[in-house]
């Protein structure tokens, strides 16, 4: 998660979205790219589920690595380094 100011790991956190909530606890927290990124642990009990809720920023590490495939196969290779003239 990200926000706009630090929060202390250890910190009890409840996230709010339409009719629900996700309650856990912040385990760390590193400033990056302009704003604090938060690592929660949701509590025993406590799901989420995209049937419930979709950040609109959310990630799924399993796109990125298709995407990068693709334009890895779309990309032209890299040239290989010419032979260094030798010299007599």
């Not at 202390?8 to 606890?25: C, E, F, M, R, S």
């Not at 302009?34 to 799901?47: K, M, P, S, T, V």
């Not at 334009?71 to 890299?78: E, M, T, V």
Request: glycine share 10%.
């Amino acid at each position: 998660m990200q926000i706009e100011c630090a929060v202390l790991p250890g910190t009890h956190i409840a996230v709010h979205y339409g009719d629900g909530q996700l309650v856990g606890v912040v385990r760390y927290c590193m400033f990056r790219d302009g704003g604090h990124f938060l690592g929660i642990q949701l509590e025993d009990g406590c799901r989420w589920s995209t049937k419930h809720f979709v950040p609109q920023h959310l990630v799924d590490p399993r796109q990125l690595v298709e995407l990068a495939m693709i334009r890895h196969q779309k990309s032209p290779g890299i040239p290989e380094p010419s032979e260094p003239a030798l010299s007599k």
